[in-house]
């Protein structure tokens, strides 16, 4: 995906980030959001 999908004009996201790696966004599955990078998994 683009950077612009992620990214605000300004630099700032709206995206959760892992708070395990810090530089990987959590992917959103609807009931959870889960990191692809370690598999940290996040249930709402």
């Known amino acids: 995906m683009a950077r612009g999908d992620y990214y605000n004009d ?3 996201t709206e995206k959760d980030m892992c708070p ?3 530089d990987t966004f959590l992917a959103d599955h609807g009931d959870r959001q889960v990191c ?3 598999g ?5």
């Open 10 to 12: 300004d630099g700032t």
């Open 20 to 22: 395990r790696c810090g």
């Open 36 to 38: 692809g990078k370690c």
């Open 40 to 44: 940290f998994t996040e249930w709402e």
